[in-house]
């Protein structure tokens, strides 16, 4: 692209956020993450947070039909999506009102006046125009004939007028690429291959596209451009990356460190189908996929493959976990290795599918009959996913327990630069078996209390396991009260011995603060950069984040008691506070809001100058 | 892993392929017999212990596991078919048996046999139809006739039976079969022919539960009227049954009727005549239609037993193919994958 920039003034910003807000039809997620693309590629770090309706079409121009797509990028390490937007690029009026009141002062609005006619304003429930009636003084505002103007692009292209009005959203992102001093070449790379076998939409995305950029250049009204420098990443290769991306793409590394082939059974559900499609594509990576009948046969084909030598797996949401309870218990009792990820996402009952929450804690924790712990592991971000599918693995595979693995919706559908690790960074994972078949007990254990693995199809170790209660050492199904007991203990005592190998509880922060900010998974970029914003102001405050919370890290107890106060931010209603009162008896001050959003770091921020300004202090 | 048997190893007896556990059935149960065929089976297949499989849910039948010295799992309840086909699809060239009750895989595993079925699972499942709920003491299961009198229906059920042909058949399972826990020689038989099948194998076996729905197949089992009321399906045979082997099947429209073959008003000629190749079904689904009938035979033995590829067999050919084309995925290309830039 060549820097063509007229008269227009270029002004350095270190940091943006914008918002693409459009009909959930409008293509505004391919929008945002074409940006993130090309955002990554210039070296900025960047945070993204997609934000759209559970219905697939909801009626055009509505409220709840609204799609967004938030992008943070900065030239300095940034951790959440941003609070609130500096730039709104609004498709329609629906998503400028629902927008608008989670902008920042002065931001710049770009809106597509052709939607704003009486019909739009009408659907998007507005008594007047708000273009026209002063209610938007204060903020930037650009009214573009983004329709019409991709339609005078693209007339002689030949396509429908249906299909022209459609390529509007290249439009738009031409704009922003020109505004952001964006190249447009990644773009149109993509557009190349993904629609290698429509030549005519090739074209026309990528003459809309231009028509935006060139807009840009050439209207009046917008007199500067914005130059956000690279930001100072450790060096390294680095590709943008979701956190469901993540977590397939760590199943089949883990896959390859312990030389396992992976097994993935699922069923597709919102906001987990993801990892199902991406998985599904490593056939050649010897990954089997089997998309089951049903969430029961998603899990129980799992133990299958874990009972015949496979790294096992099933990934899920909320509602699913739920369907697999009975089956975790039935992994639990055969002490079979199996991961099951969770992404998390809002509830009770369908709830709320494609928003993010933090309530299935518990779920994970003991939701199941009978005594039947299992290691409970969270992702913090979306990189992170890459991670903890590989400390799943590891953790499920050497010590023959179901593991569940918890993402939620934010981090699933979020994404970040990544630092792609080195091969010799990851560790291999070893796996041990039984080996003499003379004295094999399918139930005999080792200092860790782990069983051995014995693959069924191996010669020689032929022996049955199932569901019914197991005599310690023999594995034969026994009735007898005092085995029962022991058992239960084994079992429990298993899972705590895992203490011993996870990383301890790493405070961030002023170690002589008077307050420890508590959290665990998807909050750990709000609750960082909360932190960090107070400690630039001055205030003293200290943070951990819970990535193993069964086991708990062994030096949890040390560390809590070290603070006068605990906050526990959580996206439900204190279900990691719950956990640490009652095993800590230690208390803790909560702040819990369950909207489906992640939290604002301003949230956090307000929250813990509460506390320390209060009486308490 | 292999499913072969190299020359050393020895053929084992069906007294080697049970585990030794004590068997807890009550005396008289017709899964007895079941055992004692699936075992000699085994033997005369001449498999390794370590080669089969045996899964189960749960239920009086799903016992079934800790009696064998193969690699055993009992299951959950209804989820038989779903533990089986990881397991298979994890050792493609193990067989794997599913061993189930009325209750467990018409009832609450329901959906995982018809997908099973639907997926053509290389599973061979195995129905043991005693058509009442035994381990929870008699309760009326999804095969109990309408009317029946159980302790949770004590005025009679009304709840229409499933037909577990018709249901395996209209699953577009690819070997459909019956047969009876008293007919020790024609069990193998078909046990056999299933075993030999590639893709889903269902059987269905009626199976006489002693305390809670004694005589429920009498009919077809008693020594005096089991030839009147029993047609043995032969490929390529005619439907002919009877003490004397003189009534015969012929199709009137869709529906089969009965035919005396010695009073000179039809020929053997005229007789249908099994075909359990046929792709269409159609017949096989007249013959499951024959059951519980009061005027036509109850028909045992191979409804259906069609080759198509299964499921394992598609995933390992486009694993396959995926990797001849793509080259094998190593660590290296996993990492190298998307859109990568450097930061020096």
Known sequence: ???????????????????????????????????????????????????????????????????????????????????????????????????????????????????????????????????????????????????KMTENALKDTGLSPKDIVRSKNFFALGL????????????????????????????????????????GDTAEFFTTRYKISPAKLAPGKYRSISGNQATAMGFVAASQLSGLQLYLGSYPITPASEILQYLSAYRNYGVITFQAEDEIAGVVSTIGASFAGKLAITSTSGPGLALKTEAVGLAVMTELPMVVINVQRGGPSTGLPTKTEQADLLQ?????????????????????????????SRIALQHMTPVILLTDGYIANGTEPWRIPEIDELKKIEVSYASDPENFQPYARDEKLVRPWAPAGTPGFEHRIGGLEKENITGDVSYDPQNHDDMCRIRE????????????????????????????????????????????????????????????????????????HILIPEINHGQLATLIKSKYLIPVIQFNLVRGLPFKSSEIEEKVLEILGGKND | MTDKIDAQTPKLTPKDFSSGADVRWCPGCGDYSILAQVQRTFAKIGYQKHEPIVISGIGCSSRFPYYMSTYGFHGIHGRAPALATGVKLAL???????????????????????????????????????????????????????????????????????????????????????????????????????????????????????IFNHGAFNPLTDKETKEDHLLYLEDG??????????????????????????????????????????????????LAHMTDHPDLPTPIGVFRNVRKETYGEALYRQIDEVTEKKGKGTLETLLSEGNIWEVK
């Open chain 2, 237 to 286: 045979q005619p439907m002919v049954f009877g003490k004397n082997k003189d009534k015969g099947i012929v199709l009137k429209g869709f529906e089969p009727v009965v035919v005396d073959l010695n009073d000179g008003s039809h020929s053997i000629d005229e007789v249908l005549v099994h075909h359990e190749k046929d792709e269409s079904g159609i017949l096989a689904f007249i």
């Open chain 1, 176 to 215: 922003m690429y020109w505004l952001f001093n964006r190249p447009l070449e990644p773009t149109m790379d993509w557009v190349k291959q993904k629609f290698a076998k429509h030549p005519e939409l090739i074209d026309a995305n990528i003459k809309a596209l231009k028509a935006g950029y060139h807009f």
């Open chain 1, 493 to 564: 005592e298993k899972i705590n011995l895992i203490a011993d190998e996870i990383p301890e509880l790493e405070v961030m922060g002023d170690k002589d603060a008077d307050i420890l900010v508590v959290g665990w998974g998807g909050t750990y970029g709000s609750i960082t950069d909360a932190v960090t914003g107070l400690r630039e102001k001055g205030h003293k405050v200290a943070q951990v984040h819970f990535k193993y919370i069964n086991p708990m890290p062994k030096n949890t107890e040390e560390v809590l008691k070290s603070y006068k």
């Open chain 1, 1 to 147: 692209m060549s820097e063509e920039v007229h008269e227009k003034k270029v002004e350095s910003l270190s940091d943006v956020t914008v918002m693409f807000a459009g009909d959930s039809g409008d293509g505004m997620q391919l929008t945002g993450s074409q940006f993130s693309s090309t955002t990554a590629l210039v070296g900025n770090d960047l945070n993204t947070f997609p934000d759209y309706p559970a219905e697939i079409r909801a009626p055009a121009g509505t409220i709840y039909g609204v799609s967004g797509f938030q992008l943070h990028f900065s030239s300095k390490d940034i951790h959440t999506p941003g609070d609130s937007p500096d730039v709104l690029v609004a498709m329609n009026p629906a998503a400028l009102k629902k927008n608008l009141p989670n902008l920042k002062k002065h931001a710049m609005i770009i809106v597509n006046i052709d939607a704003f006619t009486p019909k739009g304003l009408k659907l998007a429930k507005y008594e007047s125009n708000p273009l026209e009636d002063g209610s938007l003084e204060g903020f930037d505002v650009f009214p573009v004939h983004i329709t």
């Open chain 2, 92 to 210: 493609p060239d193990h067989p794997v048996w599913v061993v189930s009750g009325d209750g467990d895989l018409m009832s609450i595993g329901g959906n995982h046999f018809i997908h099973a079925c639907r997926k053509n699972m290389d599973l061979k499942m195995l129905l043991f139809n005693n058509r009442i709920y035994g381990l929870t003491k008699g309760q009326y299961s999804p095969t109990s006739e309408k009317g029946k009198i159980t302790k949770t229906s004590p005025y009679g059920s009304i709840d229409y039976p499933f037909n577990p042909i018709s249901l395996a058949l209209g699953s577009n399972s690819t070997f459909v079969a019956r047969t009876i826990d008293h007919e020790p020689k024609h069990m193998q038989m078909v046990l056999e022919k299933a075993a030999e099948h590639v893709g889903t194998a269902f059987v269905e076996i009626f199976q006489n539960c002693v």
């Open chain 1, 364 to 392: 994970a924790m003991y939701g199941r009959n009978g005594e039947a712990p299992v290691v409970v592991l969270a992702a913090s971000t979306p990189s992170d996913c890459f991670t903890m599918a590989i400390e799943s």
